[in-house]
T-cell receptor, first 113, second 114 residues
Framework: DAKTTQPNSMESNEEEPVHLPCNHS???????IHWYRQLPSQGPEYVIH???SNVNNRMASLAIAEDRKSSTLILHRATLRDAAVYYC??????????????FGGGTRLMVKP | DTGVSQDPRHKITKRGQNVTFRCDPI?????LYWYRQTLGQGPEFLTY????????KSRLLSDRFSAERPKGSFSTLEIQRTEQGDSAMYLC??????FGDGYTFGSGTRLTVV
C-alpha cells in the first residue's frame, strides 16, 4: 500500500487558518487522497477526499500538488472543536479493490484559545 | 438515519471468556468494515463485507476472531477465549460501493480484558 507521512503534532490558535501537510510520494494513479479526523473518544469522521483537483466542502479544503506527491488539508478558521487527530490516507479506488482505509499515525492538532 | 450504531459501548470481560459485538450500519450501505484501535495508534483493518459476503480478512484476525453479516444487514464480531492483548477499541464502519462520501464510522466498542 502507498504510504503517507504526516507531522506527529501541530498547534494552532483559535480562529486562525490551519494547514495540515501530507506527503505521499509513492501515490499511484488509482489512489484517491482521503482525510479523516478523530475526536477524543469517537470513531474517525470523514473530512474530504480528492484525486487531482483542489476540493472544497463545508468542513475544509484540500489542496493537491500538481505531481500529487503531497497534499494539504486546510481548515479556514480553527475552533476548539477542531482539536483532533487528522489522518491522511490513500485509498485505491479500483473496482476490484476492497477500498479499505490504511491509517497511519496521523497529526494531532491542538487548538489554543 | 442515525448513522452507524455499535453495541455495547464498553465491555469488560475476564481473560478466557467469549465476547460478541454488534454493528448496525447505515441501511443503504452495502459495505461494512471492522477495525481495531489501540491507545495512541491509528485504526487497523480487520475485515470487510460486501453485502453478506466476507471478502477480505487481515492477518490480524486470528482464529479466535470471527465476523458475520447475515442477510447483509447488521454484523457481529466475536472474540473467543479473550486475551489481555485483545483490549482495544473495536470500530465498525460502512460505505456504499465506490468512494462516494467515504466511510461512516460508529463510536466503537471499548473492550477491556482483565
Amino acid at each position: 500500500d502507498a504510504k503517507t507521512t504526516q507531522p506527529n503534532s501541530m498547534e494552532s490558535n483559535e480562529e486562525e487558518p490551519v494547514h495540515l501537510p501530507c506527503n505521499h510520494s509513492t501515490i499511484s494513479g488509482t489512489d484517491y487522497i482521503h482525510w479523516y479526523r478523530q475526536l477524543p473518544s469517537q470513531g474517525p469522521e470523514y473530512v474530504i477526499h480528492g484525486l487531482t483537483s483542489n476540493v472544497n466542502n463545508r468542513m475544509a479544503s484540500l489542496a493537491i500538488a500538481e505531481d500529487r506527491k503531497s497534499s494539504t488539508l486546510i481548515l479556514h478558521r480553527a475552533t476548539l472543536r477542531d482539536a483532533a487527530v487528522y489522518y491522511c490516507i490513500l485509498r485505491d479506488e479500483r473496482n476490484n479493490a476492497g477500498n479499505m482505509l490504511t491509517f497511519g499515525g496521523g497529526t494531532r492538532l491542538m487548538v489554543k484559545p | 438515519d442515525t448513522g452507524v450504531s455499535q453495541d455495547p459501548r464498553h465491555k469488560i470481560t475476564k481473560r478466557g471468556q467469549n465476547v460478541t459485538f454488534r454493528c448496525d450500519p447505515i441501511s443503504e450501505h452495502n459495505r461494512l468494515y471492522w477495525y481495531r484501535q489501540t491507545l495512541g495508534q491509528g485504526p487497523e483493518f480487520l475485515t470487510y463485507f460486501q453485502n453478506e459476503a466476507q471478502l477480505e480478512k487481515s492477518r490480524l484476525l486470528s482464529d479466535r476472531f470471527s465476523a458475520e453479516r447475515p442477510k447483509g444487514s447488521f454484523s457481529t464480531l466475536e472474540i473467543q477465549r479473550t486475551e489481555q492483548g485483545d483490549s482495544a477499541m473495536y470500530l465498525c464502519a460502512s460505505s456504499r460501493t465506490g468512494f462516494g462520501d467515504g466511510y461512516t464510522f460508529g463510536s466503537g466498542t471499548r473492550l477491556t480484558v482483565v
